[in-house]
């Protein structure tokens, strides 16, 4: 199904900035203008995006405690009062490591039209940025808070042949990388940090560095965690990094 005036009616998941509100793709922009109806994981945040593009529609919040009841409601208007509907999560695309599946899920289940407008991804961001090889690569979502389930998520990311890349919360980034510096002191990471956004930061090193440095300097903000492969690509020697001023 392509995006065209006038819409037809279905979903549309809509990717969002991942920080910077003039990342909004020109496509997202006039699908937004168009819909009928705005579902989104918090209204007020998707307000103020709407606001800076002086778009005024119908908001109606669909976040991972309502996900199961808002999709059916949603499946229905569209089937029933043939509208379209558009799905904008916080920060990126709908779906992943966010709501979103279930509700794309329903639609393949039910036969109800959708498309996937792409954009901003902290994901392939953070991998790009990171500057420690993309391909192949692996996302994990958020570690898991439990240490030991921890450990292991870790331990699997070190013992891969793809740069593995993680979301983590400032609060548990500094335990994080002080585990990392236990279990391979010199692998290879990055920490990407509030992406697009005024203070963005990437940051590489051999994880016990990086764990000096932010044991030095609390991180802030949005984090993703890029960790090397077991086996650098060939162009990548560690001993070349740039190294990262305090």
């Known amino acids: 199904m392509q995006v065209s005036a006038p819409l037809p009616?279905?979903?549309?998941?809509?990717?969002?900035?991942?920080?910077?509100?003039?990342?909004?793709?020109?496509?997202a922009l006039d699908c937004l203008r168009e819909v009928d109806l705005i579902a989104c994981e918090?209204?007020?945040?998707?307000?103020?995006?709407?606001?800076?593009?002086?778009?005024?529609?119908p908001l109606l919040s669909?976040?991972?405690?309502?996900?199961?009841?808002?999709?059916?409601?949603?499946?229905?208007?569209?089937?029933?009062?043939?509208?379209?509907?558009?799905?904008?999560?916080d920060a990126g695309m709908p779906a992943i490591s966010d709501p979103g599946e279930r509700l794309i899920h329903r639609c393949?289940?039910?036969?109800?039209?959708?498309?996937v407008l792409p954009g901003p991804s902290a994901v392939v961001t953070a991998l790009a940025g990171a500057g420690l090889g993309a391909t192949p690569f692996s996302f994990?979502?958020?570690?898991p808070v439990k240490q030991g389930q921890r450990t292991r998520e870790l331990q699997t990311a070190l013992e891969s042949e793809s740069t593995t890349v993680f979301f983590e919360s400032p609060h548990r980034i500094l335990g994080t990388l002080q585990l990392l510096a236990t279990l391979?002191?010199?692998?290879?990471?990055?920490?990407?940090?509030?992406?697009?956004?005024?203070?963005?930061?990437?940051?590489?090193?051999p994880a016990a560095d990086?764990?000096?440095?932010?044991?030095?300097?609390?991180?802030?903000?949005?984090?993703?965690?890029?960790?090397?492969?077991?086996?650098?690509p060939r162009w990548l020697k560690p001993g070349e990094l740039p190294v990262d001023p305090d």
């Open 9 to 27: 009616p279905g979903l549309y998941l809509v990717a969002g900035p991942i920080g910077n509100l003039a990342d909004l793709t020109l496509r």
């Open 42 to 57: 918090d209204t007020r945040h998707t307000q103020r995006l709407l606001a800076r593009y002086e778009i005024r529609k």
């Open 62 to 89: 669909l976040h991972e405690h309502n996900e199961a009841r808002r999709s059916e409601e949603i499946i229905a208007r569209i089937r029933d009062e043939g509208i379209r509907v558009a799905y904008l999560t």
């Open 108 to 115: 393949i289940e039910h036969g109800i039209p959708y498309d």
């Open 140 to 143: 994990r979502g958020f570690l």
């Open 184 to 205: 391979a002191p010199s692998r290879l990471v990055a920490v990407a940090r509030e992406l697009t956004k005024l203070h963005q930061e990437y940051r590489r090193g």
């Open 210 to 232: 990086l764990a000096a440095h932010y044991q030095a300097h609390p991180a802030k903000g949005e984090i993703c965690l890029v960790i090397a492969p077991v086996q650098l």
